[in-house]
């Protein structure tokens, strides 16, 4: 084996063989097929990454497929949110496609199906029929109505489509083997009644097709040649094929249904369903709340684009299903971040620093680097004056040896400005420091050149000019599971997982250079994180997200 042929997922070798056997390579289409009853999840990136990916890297066509079968679960809301996800995550898809366009099609071939003995229509209720299923280990019984003549199914058939009967009343089955050991082909269902107005068709329908039916079909009439989807499909693909071989006419575009594992991230859920209770129950604002798992939710928190495609690339695809830590996501956030955020000062816990030697009212603006990973440096202004706001842990009246913050009788040189001494602390009458005393060293400044500038001092703290200082809000966030698999104990609802404390609200003190910030810039908090602005930031109310901080927590687990 070739290197080349060595990196190859799985998934990669399955095309390449079809290749290698005389599949040509135009005929290569994938598709990303979601259901729009949620918004997508950190999940579907990894199957919208493979998909998208393997048209990339073969230059095929990938057709963005809702799977809209259920107008009970769906919505255009959800569509459209879809849509914009995947294309934030930066793919364009070749069509634009909903198993809805075929519902006719569908229904033709249910009818010759009908017409060929392969399926009929069964009126019992659903407790009965799922009795009748069997287990694994005993066979199903036939139903009474299996042996229906085909002019009474037909009939019946069209009398479900035209409305005349209410949900429930009759179902139309495939007719299969009822003692077939895979228990998904005991004569599955194909057809639902079901009267409800679909976001597309509206009331043209109201029988709709089961996954099972419509999805194989819709890859056969979409030329899909590979149609990937997660582990527990695998039991159904010998169904898709079933399905398949009673419409299928050409064989060279057959599709072919191949698995890969679910992947499951530690902390919190990945599930449309169990996300809608996050947000129905009131766990979290709305499906894009900054700590949802949601692709939205992500990109709100200020997640890239490109650290999602990093973080499923990193992972690629498995055979098995595991939990991947949350610390790998925020990894490839924060090296992204380190890239690109500029960096700026914010005090988020003030206590206030007083520079009693510098001159009453007067104000300087000092040059700050915006970003030193940047090729050309390049450089803003940030006002010093006598009165600034420190972060409080950053000061302890009496520290060991340890401590490289300010401590009264040490130098500490302030970021981007002076070097400073502690001199002494103000309190109120019960013991808490209300205002530090310190002196500053004139000839400090850093970048000035001179002797002292070059002083080298314990530690450096950031700071911002009280008076000149912006005030915004700052929602600081936890995981919001305090279990790492919240989903993992059948027994337990994962709603009893939920972190209480997953958000605080500070009031936060920034640089002026954030006063024109918009919605969706990112920066570091030197020291602190890396934050972004919310969409719920209004002129001279802005609004930051904590994305992450800047400790690297990954790197440590990787080199124990
Ligand atoms: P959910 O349970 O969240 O609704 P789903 O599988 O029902 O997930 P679909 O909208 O049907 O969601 O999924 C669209 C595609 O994304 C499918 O091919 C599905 O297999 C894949 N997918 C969904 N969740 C994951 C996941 N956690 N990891 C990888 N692929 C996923
Ligand atoms: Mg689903």
Not at 329 to 358: G, Q, S, W
Not at 427 to 446: F, M, P
Not at 468 to 491: S, T
Not at 513 to 527: C, H, I, P, V, Y
Request: glycine share 4%; with cysteine; aromatic share 10%.
């Amino acid at each position: 084996m070739s290197t080349k042929e060595k990196s190859l997922n799985f998934i990669e070798q399955i095309i390449e063989e079809d290749l290698k056997n005389g599949l040509p390579t135009e005929k290569l289409h994938f598709r990303f097929p979601p259901e729009p009853n949620g918004y997508l999840h950190i999940g579907h990136a990894s199957s919208i990454c493979l998909n998208f990916g393997l048209g990339l890297k073969y230059n095929a066509p990938v057709n963005l497929r809702f799977d809209d079968t259920n107008p009970s679960k769906e919505e255009q809301e959800f569509v459209d949110a879809i849509k914009q996800d995947v294309e934030w995550l930066g793919y364009k898809w070749a069509n634009e496609v909903y198993a809805s366009d075929y519902f006719q099609q569908l229904y033709d071939w249910a009818i010759q199906m009908i017409k060929d003995g392969k399926a009929y229509v069964d009126s019992q209720t659903s407790e009965v029929m799922a009795q009748q299923k069997g287990t694994p280990s005993t066979v199903g019984v036939d139903s009474p109505y299996r042996n229906r003549s085909i002019e009474e199914n037909l009939d019946l058939f069209e009398r479900m489509k035209n409305g005349e009967f209410e949900e429930g009343a009759h179902i139309l089955r495939a007719k299969i083997d009822m003692s077939h050991k895979n228990m998904l082909m005991r004569d599955p269902i194909m057809y639902r009644i079901i009267k409800k107005a679909h976001h597309r068709t509206k009331d043209a329908w109201c029988i709709y097709p089961m996954y099972d039916w419509a999805h194989g079909e819709s890859d056969y009439i979409e030329s899909i040649s590979h149609s990937f989807c997660t582990l527990e499909f695998l039991p159904h693909r010998e169904l898709y094929d079933w399905f398949l071989d009673q419409v299928v006419t050409e064989d060279n575009i057959r599709p072919k249904q191949r698995e890969f594992a679910r992947r499951n991230l530690s902390h919190t859920v990945v599930s449309k369903r169990k996300l809608a209770r996050l947000v129905s129950e009131g766990h979290v604002t709305a499906w894009d709340d900054p700590r949802m798992s949601t692709i939205s939710g992500l990109r709100r928190r200020g997640y890239t684009a490109a650290s999602i495609r990093n973080y499923a690339d990193t992972i690629g695809i498995a055979k098995r299903d595991n939990l991947i830590d949350v610390s790998l996501l925020e990894f490839c956030i924060r090296e992204d971040l380190n890239k690109i955020a500029p960096r700026v000062m914010a005090v988020l816990d003030p206590v206030k620093l007083v520079i009693t030697n510098y001159p009453e009212g007067q104000e300087e603006w000092l040059d700050a680097e915006n970003n030193p990973e940047e090729e050309v440096m390049t450089y803003r202004k940030v006002p010093f004056s006598k009165e600034l706001y420190i972060e409080r842990e950053d000061f302890k009246e009496e520290a060991n040896s340890k401590f490289f913050r300010l401590t009264l009788g040490k130098e500490v040189r302030l970021k981007n400005a002076y070097i400073i001494k502690g001199e002494s602390v103000v309190k109120d009458e019960h013991g808490n420091i209300t205002e530090i005393h310190a002196t500053y060293d004139a000839d400090s400044r850093s970048g000035s050149g001179s002797e002292a500038s070059k002083r080298k001092v314990k530690g450096t703290i950031h700071w911002v000019s009280a008076a000149h200082a912006v005030e915004a809000e700052v929602r600081i966030y936890d995981r919001l599971f305090v279990d790492e698999n919240p989903d993992g104990n059948k027994e337990v609802d994962f709603l009893e997982f939920v972190n209480p404390n997953s958000l605080e609200i500070v009031k936060g003190y920034l640089e002026p250079s954030l006063s024109t910030a918009k919605e969706g810039d990112k920066f570091q908090f030197q020291r602190m994180g890396y934050f972004c602005v919310d969409k719920d930031s209004k002129p001279n109310q802005l609004v930051f997200n904590k994305t992450v901080g800047l400790r690297d927590t990954w790197a440590k687990v990787e080199q124990k």
